[in-house]
Nanobody, 126 residues
Framework: QVQLAESGGGLVQAGDSLRLSCAGS????????VGWFRQPPGKEREFVAA????????YYTDSVKGRFTISRDNAKNTLYLQMNSLKPEDTAVYYC???????????????????WGQGTQVTVSS
């Protein structure tokens, strides 16, 4: 099984940028679907972005399109989320997740992912 570890969160001001990383260990992320999810304070976990590792096809929730970019580095077995033009409503704990048997039509459903990182806090002040 794969272990996932996020990093890169922090406290920033509105309009700033952050890049989150999610390093995989124990198993290659090749042939997996990997995604970023977030959980704002007092709210449910929600989909942010995902990528099919093999094809590179990307998926985004509408609220981050044009601002966030998901990418992966095969050699480093690492997933990234570049977040630009951050807004206070982006404040949340961000999690990366992976699954090796996920249909792309379910790629935005956090309940379908088997492997999760511990999360990293992103706080955007106004």
């Amino acid at each position: 099984q794969v272990q996932l570890a996020e990093s890169g969160g922090g406290l920033v001001q509105a309009g700033d940028s952050l890049r989150l990383s999610c390093a995989g260990s124990g198993r290659t992320l090749w042939r997996s679907a990997v995604g970023w999810f977030r959980q704002p304070p007092g709210k449910e976990r929600e989909f942010v972005a995902a990528i099919s590792w093999l094809s590179g096809t990307t998926y985004y929730t509408d609220s981050v399109k044009g601002r966030f970019t998901i990418s992966r580095d095969n050699a480093k077995n690492t997933l990234y989320l570049q977040m630009n033009s951050l807004k206070p409503e982006d404040t949340a704990v961000y999690y990366c997740a992976a699954d090796y048997q996920l249909s792309t039509r379910m790629i935005s459903d956090w309940r379908e992912y088997d492997y999760w990182g511990q999360g990293t806090q992103v706080t955007v002040s106004s």
